[in-house]
């Protein structure tokens, strides 16, 4: 007896300290991390649009509280009171949804089959959140605790009294199956539910093992089934789930490899112990409790995406069904994520603290358009038809130039130039969709193209990628065709109005400017954001717009223009459109991707404070750890990553360039832990709240008056030292030789 209380003891220990009860003197990142960020959002207002994913780093499976009905792809809202399952997910975004999900459901006293009847009521106060484990009581007294591997989970259910005990299995129909083994305490089952990007031939196939004899079951037509049981009430019941997109042999050895014998405490444990290694590559010192929060809740998201599609054979060796070809294939494949979003911050921060997982991310690229003729734009798991830009390019070319090599670098530019010179016949977004009058007319024309100057604009960004891994490679000519057409930018300047604008086909400039009008030449967005999309030419735009002076100008008038908007093509306000008026920042519309680099132009103009005050403004007013966390989507970690990046004091305001173009740190100290034992350390003295601006700085101890630090800088290791001020110094990279990179300059 004495034996059982001190492991029962151990167990509980384990369970309050991996669920975030203060057991340590010093906090580890994940005990920083809340979940819930961001989760109260709605389809009119998005404050994140995130769910409380209980997962591995970059894992196969999240598993999350479901509180929608099957089917929406809102998931988990904070403001609903019933959990209706405990769902295995694999949704990168509500608009995009889910796919090869199934739920596990604790009920008492009754069988309910029905998701939308199911529903059990609960509140917050009884609900833990955690990145390794969630644990919520329910009002009915039914405790429920989960914890995951990156293809497997582990479930603890207690249940209250003895009668009416019963875990119901829902995959969520769409030809879906369950089959009970009650004899092995095991239900084998298949989901087909999908939102599209998948072959024929798409399942996901899971095994549930329970740890106590099943004494009743029973299945409908629904693809449901139930389970019951007769335990003791306050006895524990352990329920051992696993997965895989190949078969259920495979499933079963997923199980085996990864949660078979263990407890809920034992998984939970080493699911934080991965989290902390992971997020303790980059150490904050300092600021406010709230600020560490924030941090470390935004680097949680941005290491969830792009998710693992790839298992490992019984020799240990990586396979992958392919969502592209329907095909089982050696090595790696990763998935779950729109470039359009993440090329700006995720996978530039892939690039730099986490190389090794920006490899395989690299080769499964490749492998995408070996499988299907195109590389990825949005995929989920296969092609989706979302968001525009060829943005795969810029990814390859980010971690080519910063010295990844690990794919074939001849394959990957044949996909390139394909991604550039074709498009898909069922997915306008896969490829180059205007790729013919592109190069014909050197802009995408509109209307013949919807969203046409929003698509020139990403283009000419793709081409100047495109060039910079050409000619790194060796492809001369290539590379002059490409840099040359990454020119195509300054097509679309209408130089009376000082914005870009459409034309079309005959070149003539659309009627009825309206810097205001959201859609139709634009995407989410309109031309106030999208002037600012030449990524790899600031000087260039700046030429454009008259010169570093008047661009300066430009950029101030965003802050506090009218705060108004006409919602064009779009027919009515989009949540886009609505969190840009709640943010009362004039025209700037840091809830969605096309402007939130825009800050940093300043370093581009010779007013790098400029940049210092608005990045400290933007984090400390539309950034928090709570429910209401973001101020829009926070799409597959970009969000998060900006604020990663900028709380760090740098931003890749253009990948492929290899540089990091400064802001104002949030934090005394931080550290990276980077590829070969090298650390970089930034030291910001005396910032705070007032303390926004760079007085001076160091790098390895020799004056720094750059407004930008390069890659081969941040990884060969050093010391980044700032005097910070209350007052800007308008005399710190002021001149040319301080900007960073552009093509023109």
């Given at each position: 007896?004495?034996?059982?209380?001190?492991?029962?003891l151990?167990s509980?220990?384990?369970?309050?300290?991996?669920?975030?009860?203060?057991?340590?003197?010093?906090?580890?990142p994940?005990?920083?991390?809340?979940?819930?960020?961001?989760?109260?959002?709605?389809?009119?207002?998005?404050?994140?649009?995130?769910?409380?994913?209980?997962?591995?780093?970059?894992?196969m499976?999240?598993?999350?509280?479901q509180?929608?009905?099957?089917?929406?792809?809102?998931?988990?809202?904070?403001t609903?009171?019933?959990?209706?399952?405990?769902?295995?997910?694999?949704?990168?975004?509500?608009?995009?949804?889910?796919?090869?999900?199934?739920?596990?459901?604790?009920?008492?006293?009754?069988?309910?089959m029905?998701?939308?009847?199911?529903?059990?009521?609960?509140?917050?106060?009884?609900e833990?959140?955690?990145?390794?484990?969630?644990?919520?009581k329910?009002?009915?007294?039914?405790t429920?605790?989960?914890?995951?591997?990156s293809?497997?989970?582990?479930?603890?259910?207690?249940?209250?009294?003895?009668?009416?005990?019963?875990?119901?299995?829902?995959?969520?129909?769409?030809g879906?199956n369950?089959?009970?083994?009650?004899?092995?305490?095991c239900?084998?089952?298949?989901?087909?539910?999908?939102?599209?990007?998948?072959?024929?031939?798409?399942?996901?196939?899971?095994?549930?093992?329970?740890?106590?004899?099943?004494?009743?079951?029973?299945?409908?037509?629904?693809?449901?089934?139930?389970?019951?049981?007769?335990?003791k009430?306050?006895?524990?019941?352990?329920?051992?789930?696993a997965?895989?997109?190949?078969n259920?042999?495979?499933?079963?050895?997923?199980?085996?490899?990864?949660?078979?014998?263990?407890?809920?405490?034992?998984?939970?444990?080493?699911?934080?112990?991965?989290w902390?290694?992971?997020?303790?590559?980059?150490?904050?010192?300092?600021g406010?409790?709230?600020?560490?929060?924030?941090?470390?809740?935004?680097?949680?998201?941005?290491l969830?995406?792009?998710?693992?599609?790839?298992?490992?054979?019984?020799?240990?060796?990586?396979?992958?069904?392919?969502?592209?070809?329907?095909?089982?294939?050696?090595?790696?494949?990763?998935t779950?994520?729109?470039?359009?979003?993440?090329?700006?911050?995720?996978h530039?921060?892939?690039?730099?603290?986490?190389?090794?997982?920006?490899?395989?991310?690299?080769?499964?690229?490749?492998?995408?358009?070996?499988?299907?003729g195109?590389m990825?734009?949005?995929?989920?798991?296969?092609?989706?038809?979302?968001?525009?830009?060829?943005?795969?390019?810029?990814?390859l070319?980010?971690?080519?130039?910063?010295g990844?090599?690990?794919?074939?670098?001849?394959?990957?530019?044949?996909?390139?130039?394909?991604?550039?010179?074709?498009?898909?016949?069922?997915?306008?977004?896969?490829?180059?969709d205007g790729?013919?009058?592109?190069?014909?007319?050197?802009?995408?024309p509109?209307?013949?193209?919807?969203?046409?100057?929003?698509?020139?604009?990403?283009?000419?960004?793709?081409?100047?990628?495109?060039?910079?891994?050409?000619?790194?490679?060796?492809?001369?000519e290539?590379?002059?065709?490409?840099?040359?057409?990454?020119?195509?930018?300054?097509?679309?300047f209408?130089?009376?109005?000082?914005?870009?604008?459409?034309?079309?086909?005959?070149?003539?400039?659309?009627?009825?400017?309206?810097?205001?009008?959201?859609?139709?030449?634009?995407?989410?967005?309109?031309?106030?954001?999208?002037?600012?999309?030449?990524?790899?030419?600031?000087?260039g735009?700046?030429?454009?717009?008259?010169?570093?002076e008047?661009?300066?100008?430009?950029?101030?008038?965003?802050?506090?223009?009218?705060?108004?908007?006409n919602?064009?093509?779009?027919g009515?306000?989009?949540?886009?459109?609505?969190?840009?008026?709640?943010?009362?920042?004039?025209?700037?519309a840091?809830?969605?991707?096309?402007?939130q680099?825009?800050?940093?132009?300043?370093?581009?103009?010779?007013?790098?404070w400029?940049?210092?005050?608005?990045?400290?403004?933007?984090?400390?007013?539309?950034?928090n750890?709570?429910?209401e966390?973001?101020?829009?989507?926070?799409?597959?970690?970009?969000?998060?990553?900006?604020?990663?990046?900028?709380?760090l004091?740098?931003?890749?305001?253009?990948?492929g360039?290899?540089?990091y173009?400064?802001?104002?740190?949030?934090?005394?100290?931080?550290?990276?832990?980077?590829?070969?034992?090298?650390?970089?350390t930034?030291?910001?003295e005396?910032?705070?709240?007032?303390?926004?601006?760079?007085?001076?700085?160091?790098?390895?101890?020799?004056?720094?008056t750059?407004?930008?630090?390069?890659?081969?800088?941040?990884?060969?290791?050093?010391?980044?030292?700032?005097?910070?001020?209350?007052?800007p110094?308008?005399?710190?990279g002021?001149?040319?030789?301080?900007?960073?990179?552009?093509?023109?300059?």
């Amino acid at each position: 007896m004495f034996m059982k209380k001190l492991i029962y003891l151990f167990s509980l220990c384990l369970l309050l300290a991996s669920c975030g009860h203060k057991m340590q003197t010093q906090p580890s990142p994940a005990s920083f991390v809340n979940p819930l960020m961001g989760t109260s959002s709605t389809f009119a207002f998005s404050h994140g649009n995130t769910y409380p994913a209980v997962a591995v780093p970059w894992g196969m499976n999240f598993w999350s509280p479901q509180t929608g009905e099957n089917g929406s792809g809102w998931m988990y809202m904070y403001t609903d009171s019933l959990i209706r399952g405990f769902r295995q997910t694999h949704q990168p975004s509500p608009w995009i949804n889910d796919y090869g999900t199934f739920s596990i459901m604790p009920l008492l006293g009754k069988v309910i089959m029905d998701n939308k009847s199911r529903g059990v009521g609960f509140r917050h106060e009884n609900e833990k959140a955690a990145p390794n484990c969630y644990q919520v009581k329910f009002d009915n007294g039914v405790t429920t605790a989960l914890s995951a591997t990156s293809r497997g989970a582990v479930f603890e259910v207690t249940y209250p009294s003895e009668e009416g005990q019963y875990i119901v299995i829902d995959a969520y129909q769409h030809g879906g199956n369950v089959a009970l083994d009650a004899e092995r305490n095991c239900i084998y089952g298949t989901t087909r539910y999908n939102n599209g990007g998948v072959p024929d031939n798409f399942g996901n196939h899971f095994i549930l093992e329970f740890d106590k004899p099943i004494v009743e079951s029973g299945t409908d037509e629904n693809a449901c089934a139930y389970v019951g049981f007769h335990l003791k009430a306050g006895e524990k019941l352990t329920i051992r789930v696993a997965s895989s997109f190949i078969n259920h042999e495979q499933a079963r050895l997923n199980l085996d490899r990864e949660v078979r014998g263990r407890s809920f405490a034992e998984v939970s444990a080493a699911a934080k112990k991965v989290w902390d290694e992971q997020m303790g590559r980059i150490k904050v010192e300092g600021g406010t409790e709230e600020q560490q929060k924030t941090f470390y809740s935004c680097l949680y998201r941005t290491l969830l995406f792009p998710r693992e599609f790839y298992e490992f054979d019984k020799n240990e060796a990586p396979v992958y069904y392919s969502p592209y070809d329907g095909q089982i294939h050696n090595g790696y494949m990763y998935t779950d994520n729109g470039f359009w979003d993440t090329f700006r911050a995720v996978h530039p921060l892939f690039t730099l603290v986490y190389p090794e997982v920006s490899e395989r991310i690299m080769q499964s690229i490749v492998n995408a358009y070996s499988e299907s003729g195109f590389m990825p734009e949005w995929a989920s798991p296969g092609h989706r038809g979302c968001m525009i830009g060829n943005n795969s390019i810029s990814l390859l070319t980010d971690a080519w130039m910063k010295g990844i090599r690990t794919f074939d670098k001849d394959k990957a530019l044949e996909a390139m130039l394909n991604q550039t010179r074709a498009r898909s016949e069922e997915i306008s977004s896969v490829g180059r969709d205007g790729y013919a009058e592109y190069d014909r007319l050197g802009y995408v024309p509109y209307p013949e193209v919807h969203e046409a100057t929003a698509k020139t604009l990403e283009y000419a960004y793709a081409d100047w990628c495109l060039a910079r891994f050409a000619e790194k490679t060796g492809h001369q000519e290539v590379a002059a065709e490409y840099y040359k057409k990454a020119q195509n930018y300054r097509n679309l300047f209408y130089p009376e109005k000082g914005f870009m604008w459409a034309k079309d086909a005959n070149g003539k400039w659309r009627d009825n400017f309206d810097a205001t009008e959201w859609g139709g030449p634009f995407t989410e967005g309109c031309s106030w954001h999208w002037t600012w999309s030449v990524f790899h030419d600031p000087e260039g735009l700046s030429s454009l717009l008259g010169g570093h002076e008047l661009m300066a100008g430009r950029l101030d008038s965003m802050f506090v223009a009218p705060n108004t908007f006409n919602y064009g093509t779009y027919g009515f306000v989009i949540h886009e459109i609505a969190e840009m008026v709640a943010l009362n920042m004039g025209q700037y519309a840091h809830g969605n991707q096309p402007v939130q680099h825009a800050i940093y132009l300043y370093n581009y103009v010779g007013q790098p404070w400029k940049a210092q005050y608005h990045t400290r403004n933007v984090m400390n007013k539309l950034y928090n750890s709570g429910p209401e966390g973001y101020c829009g989507d926070e799409d597959n970690g970009q969000t998060s990553a900006w604020y990663v990046f900028t709380a760090l004091g740098f931003y890749p305001m253009c990948p492929g360039a290899s540089e990091y173009v400064l802001g104002s740190p949030l934090f005394p100290k931080a550290t990276l832990s980077l590829p070969g034992e090298k650390t970089f350390t930034i030291h910001a003295e005396g910032v705070s709240d007032t303390n926004c601006y760079i007085r001076s700085a160091e790098l390895n101890a020799e004056g720094f008056t750059r407004n930008y630090l390069k890659h081969e800088e941040l990884v060969g290791g050093g010391e980044f030292r700032l005097i910070m001020d209350s007052v800007p110094n308008r005399e710190r990279g002021i001149h040319l030789e301080d900007f960073p990179y552009s093509y023109s300059k």
